[in-house]
């Protein structure tokens, strides 16, 4: 069993991405083809405008599928674990904004996966493990120091124990917590709002927010003036002031 990625369109505009490879939903070269593929068709169907990623069963991710990838030899091995970190890229650079509902155990490359989603909520029981230390390798020691703090991310990059979630909540790992079965509808629920926002300031405060520590104040400037140039002529814009102007809600097209 090589496990499968089960994708869903909920309300037309938010894509709901399944990982389902038990236990641990790892993710082996076939479910990295299939999420491969699914991130190429959202990143170009300007109609999607929100992704939800999450795991069936106990798990969320556990990350490459390193006895599968073994299998293969060690050549295509490192091959694998390429492909495992441009599918990786591939979340973090999502043109459509992207939840994590981390739903059990995140691990090692799963817990990378769940960093390189904009927005992260998880069910009371899930377990959030830097596992790198504990199998020879190396993991999240980028992203993870800039989302909670260098020495938090140290407790958990050096020592590859597990966290519970309300560590993760008090740590803004997450943003919030929901018993197992208001997981995904709560998930939902957020894409729903994302969604339900101007497209075209959405995808623009996310490129320029994921710029921030890398930006002096004058070329954050820079670029701030350049994406608000584009946003002010905008159809949307203008149909927030006409929105507001005849108080009612507004009806946003990326336009």
Same mark, same amino acid.
């Given at each position: ?137 190396? !993991? /999240?020691?980028?992203?993870?120091? =800039?989302?909670?703090? &260098? @020495?938090? +991310?140290? *407790?958990?990059? #050096? ?44 995808? !623009? /405060?996310?490129?320029?927010?994921? =710029?921030?520590?890398? &930006? @002096?104040? +004058?070329? *954050?400037?820079? #670029? ?32």
């Amino acid at each position: 069993m090589t496990g499968q990625i089960h994708q869903s369109r909920i309300d037309g505009s938010i894509v709901l991405l399944e990982l389902d490879n038990p236990p641990m939903n790892a993710l082996g070269p076939a479910m990295l083809r299939q999420a491969e593929a699914a991130l190429h068709e959202i990143e170009h169907d300007t109609s999607v405008r929100a992704l939800v990623l999450t795991g069936r069963g106990r798990a969320f991710c556990s990350g490459a599928d390193l006895k599968a990838f073994a299998a293969d030899g060690p050549e295509q091995a490192a091959r694998d674990i390429e492909h495992f970190n441009r599918v990786l890229e591939l979340v973090a650079r999502c043109r459509a904004p992207t939840i994590a509902a981390v739903n059990g155990h995140c691990l090692g490359g799963g817990f990378e996966l769940a960093l390189c989603c904009d927005l992260r909520i998880a069910s009371t029981e899930a377990k959030f493990v830097c596992a790198g230390v504990n199998v020879g390798l190396m !993991a /999240s020691t980028y992203r993870l120091p =800039r989302l909670i703090g &260098l @020495s938090r +991310a140290k *407790a958990m990059l #050096l020592t590859g124990a597990a966290h519970d979630a309300a560590t993760a909540l008090a740590w803004g790992l997450v943003t919030e917590l929901q018993t197992p079965d208001q997981l995904l509808p709560a998930a939902l629920h957020l894409a729903r709002r994302v969604a339900s926002r101007a497209p075209l300031s959405v995808e !623009a /405060s996310k490129r320029v927010a994921d =710029r921030a520590f890398d &930006l @002096s104040p +004058a070329e *954050a400037d820079e #670029l701030i003036a350049r994406e608000m140039a584009v946003l002010r002529a905008s159809h949307d814009h203008q149909e927030a002031l006409s929105a507001f102007l005849a108080k009612r809600e507004p009806v946003f097209g990326r336009r």
